[in-house]
Structures are given as structure tokens and as C-alpha cells.
């Protein structure tokens, strides 16, 4: 299966924002509960960590997920929205059915729990997943930490991790709950414990063994032509601040 994401210039690599940056990786766990404790409102309704981290996303905190999507035109879309000077690239992402997870995935409940715990936690739980000589029970019984916070979501949770989860990514399919969502035909992939800077590269699309790049120049022609099929920036942020700005600008030329 084939997803796709937009770089707006051709060396960016694939790595969710958490991770571009080691302060912000170490400090990911204050993110997360700081911004429950300032916008509680705005998460009122979201019943799990998944949610609460898509949420974040759309407001641009750094998470561990990375954005993606089914529709190719909205990946080209952003590959050409901006930096107007450089190539601009289209990823293709390529899925296994392994691969791919559902919001309610006891697996993703698991990676999307991460957050919650400091750095030095995370840490514990990485050092006891790539540990050869631990079996998968004696993990769930030092790891005890991390079932209690699924359980929380799910009380019928069972201590049945397996290790290669915690450090795996998975692409999720996200709930069509909000409007950018729709419109985006959003999907994440959503990092493990051993993601890192060139970790999501297996997942880029290959033919024969050899990795496929598309690059992308004179992206204004990309974005007249995509405006013919209503993809522009109004339509794939569908907030009235995002759709008044595009108007301003549309009219303003």
C-alpha cells in the first residue's frame, strides 16, 4: 500500500519533529503535560493518547508522529507550497500489511503512552527492549509502568508486550474526526523507541533494491495546476483563519 508525503525541499529527511532535536526529544514528556495543563478544554474529548497526540500535531507541537497521506495531490501540494528556490520531493511512502495499525491497536495504544513518561523512563524501557538475555514476560513485568498507562485506556489491557513493538513504527490510520483530517486524507506514522534520524527510511518506496526519489522544480506550474483540482491551501485547512488568509493573498495579487 502507498502513502505519500510532501517535501517542500528535497534534503529533509524523514523524522517526526520530536526528534529533530535532542532538546526536544529530552523534553518531550513536559511538552506533552504542559500543554494538557495550559489548553485542558481543547482536549476534553479525547479519549486516548493517540488523539490527544494528533491533536497536538495540529497545533503544531513536536510529536513522534510524522504526517502523511492516501491522496497524492495534497503530498504535492506540500512538496510545493514553499521554499519556491529549491526542489521540492515527493516521498512515496511504501506500506507492508504489517505495517500498518488502527487507532484502536493495542500496539499503538503502547507507542502512543510513550510521552507520557520522562526521558530517563523512556530510556529504562528502551535499554530493557534491546536487551538479548530478557524475555518478552520478564519485560511486561519490569515495564510494569508502561501497561498501567494503557490499562488506564484500556482497562482490559493484558501485560503481553512484545519487546519489537516498543522500538517498531507503524503507520496509523487516523479517525476522520476534524476537518483538516478530511480534507488532508490524513495518515501518521507513529515512532517507536529505536526511531531516530534515518530510521523511517524503510519505508520509502524502492523498485529492484534501489530507492525511488522524485524531485520536483518549478513548482509554481505544480500549484496552478493542483488549483485547478481545489487542492490549495483553503481547502486542506479548512479553519476560517487559514481559509481567510488564503483569500487575503489570493486577492491581493
Known amino acids: 500500500m502507498l502513502f505519500f508525503r510532501g517535501h517542500s525541499n528535497a534534503n529533509y529527511s524523514l523524522c517526526p519533529s520530536i526528534l529533530r532535536s535532542s532538546h526536544l526529544q529530552q523534553n518531550e514528556s513536559k511538552l506533552y503535560h504542559e500543554l494538557l495543563i495550559e489548553c485542558p478544554d481543547d482536549f476534553e474529548k479525547c479519549d486516548s493518547h493517540l488523539e490527544k497526540l494528533v491533536k497536538m ?62 526521558y530517563e523512563k523512556q530510556r529504562d524501557f528502551y535499554n530493557l527492549a534491546v536487551n538479548t538475555d530478557i524475555s518478552d514476560r520478564q519485560f511486561n513485568t519490569k515495564a510494569s509502568r508502561l501497561i498501567r498507562e494503557v490499562q488506564i485506556e484500556k482497562p482490559a489491557f ?9 522500538l517498531s513504527n507503524y503507520i ?63 481547502s486542506l485547512f479548512p479553519e476560517i483563519e487559514c481559509v481567510a488568509e488564503y483569500l487575503k493573498e489570493k486577492y491581493s495579487m
Open 57 to 118: 500535531q495540529h497545533y503544531g507541537l513536536p510529536t513522534r508522529l510524522l504526517d502523511i497521506t492516501r491522496n497524492l495531490l495534497v503530498a504535492l501540494y506540500f512538496a510545493c507550497e514553499s521554499e519556491p528556490e529549491a526542489y521540492g520531493e515527493l516521498v512515496l511512502v511504501s506500506a507492508r500489511e504489517q505495517d500498518i495499525k488502527y487507532p484502536q491497536s493495542d500496539t499503538v495504544s503502547i507507542l502512543a503512552s510513550l510521552p507520557v513518561f520522562p
Open 172 to 234: 496509523v490510520c487516523a479517525l476522520k474526526n476534524n476537518g483538516r483530517i478530511v480534507k488532508q486524507d490524513g495518515a501518521f506514522i507513529l515512532c517507536g523507541l529505536a526511531a531516530g534520524h534515518g530510521s523511517l527510511e524503510s519505508f520509502r518506496y524502492k523498485e529492484h533494491d534501489k530507492k525511488i526519489i522524485i524531485l520536483l522544480d518549478k513548482k509554481i506550474h505544480f500549484l496552478e495546476q493542483l488549483e485547478t483540482f481545489s487542492i490549495n491551501r483553503a
Open 158 to 166: 493484558q501485560a503481553e508486550i512484545k519487546k519489537e513493538d516498543v
